[in-house]
Structures are given as structure tokens and as C-alpha cells.
T-cell receptor, first 115, second 111 residues
Framework: DTEVTQTPKHLVMGMTNKKSLKCEQH?????MYWYKQKAKKPPELMFV???????INESVPSRFSPECPNSSLLNLHLHALQPEDSALYLC??????????????FGPGTRLTVL | EDQVTQSPEALRLQEGESSSLNCSYT??????LFWYRQDPGKGPEFLFT???AGEEKEKERLKATLTKKESFLHITAPKPEDSATYLC????????????FGSGTKLNVKP
């Protein structure tokens, strides 16, 4: 089973709202990722958690706040977003293999619209 | 600088017309090269992992190959349901968490 689940599938929020995106995997993977994808562009890395510790933050604005409560769950808290933050938000996970190729498996995404 | 370039940007094929997609890469020590298929509004679906020059992998109508500088995704006798964007990503040694994505090839297969 290589399933990563994401909720909600769609989210519409105003610029003053606070919302959260949720991601879950039960493959025993120890690395989890958040990506942002705009239309007709490849996914753009935002954050990486490795063994539940934040290992990469790609200079993402503080209105995006990641959280990894345990090895199976990853959240992305959203606050005071801008319309240009509207995008498909993808979660991925991998085994966190050290030397061998470390395949990432993606979830279906959350389509976020900021009004 | 690590870089991935995919060509063509878009490809139109007739059903049954075989072709190849290209992924050229420059990376400081290849750890892995990955192919994904992405349908509009959905997450990328994993297809193949390659890591050794000369390696080949197959799945149904798709075959992926790898050299020291590029990878090809060969599509044999495509069907309309193969229409999607195909993404290539590379992983460098020493930076295992990060994927470098190409910009993708949008494939349209007409019946």
C-alpha cells in the first residue's frame, strides 16, 4: 500500500481566516513533505520533516506553519493568507533512506482558494 | 547547480503512435531519478525509480531508461487514457530529502 491521504480535498478561505490542512500515511515512512503547485508548474518544495523534525524550510512565509505531531501525521496551519497563495497543496512521504534512492509518494492534494 | 530539463513541453500523439519523452539532468552525483504521471488537479502518481546508468524499467505501455546524462520515457502504442503530464525528478547524493523537478511534458493522445 502506497497511499497518502489528504484532507480536505477543497478549501476556500478568506484572508483573515485560520485553517489547517492534514496529511496522513501508514506506510511507516519517516520523511514527510509539503509542496505547493501552481497551474502548469511542477511541485515546489515548502517543508520537509525527517524523523518528526523539521529538516528543510524553503524560506516559506510565516503565514504557513507546519506541524508533525507523530510519524504518520503532518499538518499545515494557514493564517492570513494572500490570494496568490491559492494553489494545489501536496503532501508526500518517503522512507528517509540514507544512500539509496528515496522515492516520494504523493497524496491527492488539497485545492486551496484564498478570496 | 542541480538542474532538470524535460522535452518536449507538449506532445500530441494519435492513438497507437509510439514516442519518447526526454529528461536531461545535471546533478552533483545522481542518487535517483523518478518518473511520475500527473492528471489535472491530482497528485503525482509514482511510475519508476532509476539509479544506475543502463537501467530499464517497464510498466504496461511505458518503459523508462537511464544514461549518465538523461532518461527517456518510451510510450508504446499509447491510448487516450495515457494523456497526462509526465514529471521527471532527480535526487542528488548528500541531499536526500530534496527532489529537483523538471517542468513536465504534457501528453495528449487522440483516439
Amino acid at each position: 500500500d502506497t497511499e497518502v491521504t489528504q484532507t480536505p480535498k477543497h478549501l476556500v478561505m478568506g484572508m483573515t481566516n485560520k485553517k489547517s490542512l492534514k496529511c496522513e500515511q501508514h506506510m511507516g515512512h519517516r520523511a514527510m513533505y509539503w509542496y505547493k503547485q501552481k497551474a502548469k508548474k511542477p511541485p515546489e518544495l515548502m517543508f520537509v520533516y525527517s524523523y518528526e523534525k523539521l529538516s528543510i524550510n524553503e524560506s516559506v512565509p510565516s503565514r504557513f506553519s507546519p506541524e508533525c505531531p507523530n510519524s504518520s501525521l503532518l499538518n499545515l496551519h494557514l493564517h492570513a493568507l494572500q490570494p496568490e497563495d491559492s494553489a494545489l497543496y501536496l503532501c508526500a512521504s518517503s522512507q528517509a533512506r540514507d544512500r539509496a534512492p528515496d522515492t516520494q509518494y504523493f497524496g491527492p492534494g488539497t485545492r486551496l482558494t484564498v478570496l | 547547480e542541480d538542474q532538470v530539463t524535460q522535452s518536449p513541453e507538449a506532445l500530441r500523439l494519435q492513438e497507437g503512435e509510439s514516442s519518447s519523452l526526454n529528461c536531461s539532468y545535471t546533478v552533483s552525483g545522481l542518487r535517483g531519478l523518478f518518473w511520475y504521471r500527473q492528471d489535472p488537479g491530482k497528485g503525482p502518481e509514482f511510475l519508476f525509480t532509476l539509479y544506475s546508468a543502463g537501467e530499464e524499467k517497464e510498466k504496461e505501455r511505458l518503459k523508462a531508461t537511464l544514461t549518465k546524462k538523461e532518461s527517456f520515457l518510451h510510450i508504446t502504442a499509447p491510448k487516450p487514457e495515457d494523456s497526462a503530464t509526465y514529471l521527471c525528478a532527480v535526487q542528488a547524493r548528500g541531499n536526500f530529502n530534496k527532489f529537483y523537478f523538471g517542468s513536465g511534458t504534457k501528453l495528449n493522445v487522440k483516439p
